[in-house]
């Protein structure tokens, strides 16, 4: 064999050794980056149960970091051409270590179990007008009946056609009462009533007040305010008609011997105002130290 041929059969088994020992190397980059692809994945996994989820970034930077030492190696035992291999082996472990990050079973677990955030107050729900209308549609009609009578305690009209508004006349009154005979004196036919349906009626209590004649006493306050704790939420029930509180007022007001007001004691405006002040300062006592029945003396 002649020196050019062995020369060539040389340079022949270097390449192939040279070939061989860059292939070594890179399966040996290829092994440390799923290593370390294993070791995040772990450490994410194992971290996504604790408080926090760590930072991809932080990660990001810790796979380039060992990533380029090792490609400083490989770039020692190879050569100058294993730079460029070296960069793009960083960059396919960065993507695999976002992915590491953002699809792990233990990120995807906490995401389905995130809630989103309610914002404002729950809506509260409007109270049921059709409840109330029906309920004073049927009273109303009922009560109508009733007054056709010739001898009927009360009569009931509408203010304004207002189905929510009523003026309640008390004809009858307990005729042995000073105040059955105040009436017969004055010549005053009936007792003049106002009654106001708030909108969650029948489960909150009418507004009553008695317009005309001023009363003194009978449980009768300023601006006609009545002090029945049937006419509070807490006496209340839904049950309880309108003829029923008409006719417990009539009770009441003779029972504390009410007495029209021949010349009325108090400067204050007698009107829907003012019984409403009065009324509600009644609620406060009353809900504060109970219903006690005073003494009659008292009104």
């Not at 009858?172 to 105040?179: A, E, K, Q, R, T």
């Not at 909108?199 to 002090?227: H, L």
């Amino acid at each position: 064999m002649s020196s050019r041929s062995k020369e060539r059969v040389v340079t022949a088994f270097r390449k192939i050794f040279h070939k061989s020992s860059n292939n070594n190397n890179h399966n040996n980059i290829n092994n440390n980056n799923n290593n370390v692809n294993n070791n995040s994945s772990n450490n994410n996994n194992d971290k996504v149960d604790g408080d926090t989820v760590s930072n991809p970034n932080n990660n990001q930077e810790g796979a380039a970091a060992s990533t380029s030492s090792m490609g400083g190696a490989g770039g020692g035992a190879s050569g100058g051409g294993s730079s460029s291999g070296s960069s793009s082996k960083n960059a396919v472990v960065r993507m695999a270590a976002d992915q590491a990050v953002w699809d792990s079973p233990g990120k995807r677990r906490r995401q389905d179990r995130k809630v989103a955030p309610t914002t404002g107050r729950q809506p509260v729900a409007a109270p049921d007008q059709s409840i109330r209308s029906r309920r004073l549609m049927k009273e109303y009609r009922e009560m109508e009946r009733l007054q056709t009578k010739n001898d009927a305690v009360f009569t009931v009209e509408l203010v304004n056609d207002s189905l929510f508004e009523w003026h309640v006349r008390l004809h009858v009154i307990d005729p042995d009462s000073h105040l059955a005979r105040d009436m017969l004196e004055l010549g005053v036919p009936a007792i003049l009533l106002h009654l106001s349906f708030p909108n969650n009626f029948p489960f909150a209590p009418p507004f009553m007040r008695v317009v005309e004649p001023r009363i003194e006493k009978g449980y009768v306050m300023e601006g006609g305010a009545i002090c029945m704790e049937l006419l509070t939420p807490r006496g209340w029930a839904s049950a309880y008609t309108v003829e029923a509180v008409i006719m417990q007022f009539a009770a009441s007001v003779v029972k504390g011997q009410g007495r029209i007001a021949r010349k009325p004691k108090s400067t204050k405006e007698f009107s829907r105002r003012t019984a409403e002040e009065s009324f509600r300062s009644l609620v406060k006592t009353h809900e504060k130290y109970g219903w006690v029945t005073p003494a009659l003396s008292d009104g």
